[in-house]
């Protein structure tokens, strides 16, 4: 079984720019967002993958993912997944020996930044950089799955 254990923040500042050692373009869509259960594909330049995650609220879930071909992801995005898609580019930072994830969104979640750390066990402690904001781990709109159907562009007055 596979667990993934993650925190999730908001952004400070751009203080986080100047350590970026690498960037990735995703693009991803939903096939189901279900109470218990979403089903995604995604794609990274010439990769894509089939992920299967418990739809739990909180630090650490049950995660399950497949690559699959690149042209069958393309056709499930554009013919089966709901919309709008999920772009994003993610930012790979070091910082005391953690790698942060930091999401910079674009599309119908443009301005949107939110940074996450996964983590080995849960409870393990973690440095908290300078640039790091509040948490927003068990706040449902910052998951991906919930910003396909109500994009941050659309609530972004109300944060």
Aim: with cysteine.
């Amino acid at each position: 079984m596979a667990l993934e254990i993650e925190h999730k923040f908001l952004l400070a500042n751009d203080g986080w720019r100047a350590h970026v050692h690498r960037s990735v373009v995703y693009r991803q869509g939903y096939l189901s967002s279900e109470a218990n259960t979403s089903i995604r594909v995604r794609i990274s330049d010439e990769h894509a993958w089939l992920n299967i995650k418990s739809a739990v609220i909180g630090t650490h879930r049950h995660e399950y993912e497949y690559e699959i071909p690149l042209a069958d992801a393309d056709e499930i995005i554009s013919q089966l997944c709901r919309k709008p898609l999920i772009e994003k580019t993610r930012h790979l930072v070091l910082d005391n020996g953690n790698l942060w994830e930091i999401d910079e969104f674009t599309g119908a979640n443009q301005g949107l930044l939110v940074a996450e750390i996964e983590l080995p066990e849960v409870g393990r402690a973690f440095h908290k950089p300078a640039w790091l904001g509040a948490e927003v781990t068990a706040d449902l709109r910052y998951y991906n799955n919930n910003l396909v159907a109500h994009p941050y562009s659309q609530w972004r007055d109300s944060v």
